[in-house]
């Protein structure tokens, strides 16, 4: 949200206020602003701007996303993404009519979206059955909706990408082993030998494409001299989570009472993953490090033994309810363009299907290996982000078959940015927003000179005697 910006925030201040047990006048007085202010705000008479969005975060220890806006972000996007479905013919919808239902049934809005996707299966799959190859964009959409990552990904979305039981077994394990005081590749080796496990290094051929096999029989984990350091520590953090965890984890996995074998596995994997980060980078020290470093993911990634991506992917998880970080969003991508991860503990909505805007500044970090880029983006709706981007080369690469290159992408509401080092020397108050949308299909801004593809809902527009910068036209509309 830009600071110039102010919201109608309403129902969720009253919601706010009522569930601390204040008055208008208590609440007035300890956020420093008159009581009437805050009579005209909770009436929807008078907006909040960012700096009383920022003191009702700072004094109630909430995130600004948890008051703006005020429907799910994610849920909006795939609401407005299914309705712009020519098949759908919901015509030209104002976003207004599209927030109006969000607001009034968002759970209806969520089973129209799984309809959706259930109705986008059942057409394509006899299409792609017959010949995968016959068109690249419904074969990557109908994987989308089919895959158990996306299953997954919707679980930790509204866990808000934080695990409190996993979170704080794992604290719990990093004091335990004392590894801010020991170094920690030796102390977590040691305590997988309490299980009977010794760890081997081996060389990458004799490994061959797997980077961790276990052999519960001869009691070994074996790992490729191809894996960092930090890989490695990851890896042995992983076999622990199972040691030491197995119950902790079948239990949030029956908890989240998935249907799909392939979810529950893949879901069962992502916490172990958890648990491993958590246990490099356990929350109290973490976070301290954090505010102390301002954010500042090279230097925390050298503190803590871990790799840039780990540490940028661990600060999306800091939402412990009394002690939380600033909520970022997190997206890897590839050369070409495609998310292989996204997580979000803020409000930054994704695409489920189409890959990601060209003018995000994620796609230009491959333009500049190893160099962190910065950008403030603005989406359709008007909420502005902060943004920094950065190239990771995966484990591997030997001569002849170098390591693959991606590109991660770390973001958060513009209005945290003063706290964040990469901010440093950015004037954000004139700092022009680059505008962006989710993906070409779905973004209806015109004259884009970035657009791959015409918006699914519009009308393509042809005129012979003329070229513009943009490559595809199309017919204006009041839309979404």
Not at 166 to 183: Q, T
Not at 298 to 323: K, V, W
């Amino acid at each position: 949200m830009a600071r110039g910006e102010k919201l109608i925030i309403g129902q969720r201040l009253r919601v706010l206020r009522q569930s601390l047990g204040l008055t208008q006048a208590q609440m007035a007085a300890e956020l420093g602003v008159s009581a009437s202010y805050i009579t005209l705000i909770e009436a929807d008479q008078r907006p909040a701007s960012a700096r009383l969005l920022m003191r009702i975060a700072e004094v109630y220890d909430l995130n600004i996303s948890e008051l703006a806006p005020s429907t799910d972000a994610q849920l909006a996007a795939d609401f407005s993404a299914a309705l712009k479905d020519p098949v759908v013919g919901a015509g030209a919808l104002s976003r207004s009519e599209v927030e109006a239902v969000l607001e009034a049934s968002p759970k209806i809005a969520s089973a129209f979206v799984r309809l959706h996707d259930h109705y986008r299966e059942a057409v394509l799959r006899p299409q792609t059955d017959d010949n995968p190859m016959t068109d690249r964009d419904k074969v990557e959409a109908l994987a989308d909706s089919s895959r158990p990552v996306d299953t997954v990904r919707n679980w930790f979305y509204a866990q808000k990408n934080y695990v409190d039981a996993i979170d704080r077994a794992a604290e719990a394990l990093a004091e335990e082993m004392a590894l801010h005081r020991n170094e920690p590749h030796l102390a977590l080796t040691n305590r997988l030998m309490r299980h009977g496990i010794s760890v081997r290094i081996l060389p990458g051929h004799v490994m061959g494409e797997q980077l961790r096999r276990f052999d519960p029989h001869r009691g070994e984990l074996m790992l490729s001299e191809l894996l960092r350091q930090s890989s490695r520590r990851f890896q042995i953090g992983v076999l622990l989570a199972r040691f030491e965890q197995e119950a902790l984890i079948s239990r949030l996995t029956e908890e989240a009472a998935l249907d799909d074998t392939a979810a529950v596995s893949l879901l069962r994997v992502s916490l172990a993953n958890y648990f491993a980060a958590a246990v490099m980078m356990p929350y109290g020290r973490f976070l301290a490090a954090c505010e102390s470093a301002r954010y500042d993911v090279e230097l925390l990634s050298h503190r803590f033994g871990a790799s840039f991506e780990q540490t940028a992917h661990r600060m999306t998880t800091l939402q412990r309810p009394d002690a939380r970080g600033i909520p970022f969003f997190f997206v890897r991508v590839d050369q070409a363009g495609n998310i292989s991860k996204r997580f979000s503990a803020g409000r930054f909505p994704f695409s489920r299907f189409g890959g990601t805007c060209p003018l995000w500044n994620i796609h230009a970090a491959f333009e500049t290996p190893d160099r962190v880029q910065t950008q403030v983006v603005r989406m359709p709706e008007g909420a502005t982000y902060f943004s920094i981007a950065r190239t990771v080369t995966r484990a591997g690469g030997t001569h002849g078959a170098p390591a693959r290159r991606l590109a991660v992408g770390l973001g958060c509401d513009v209005a945290y940015a003063p706290r964040l080092i990469y901010a440093e020397g950015i004037d954000l108050e004139r700092a022009r927003p680059v505008d962006i949308g989710l993906n070409c299909y779905l973004c209806e801004r015109s004259n884009c000179p970035a657009r791959a593809h015409a918006p699914i809902n519009r009308r393509l527009k042809v005129n012979e005697r003329e070229r513009s910068l943009a490559i595809f036209s199309f017919e204006e509309e009041a839309g979404i």
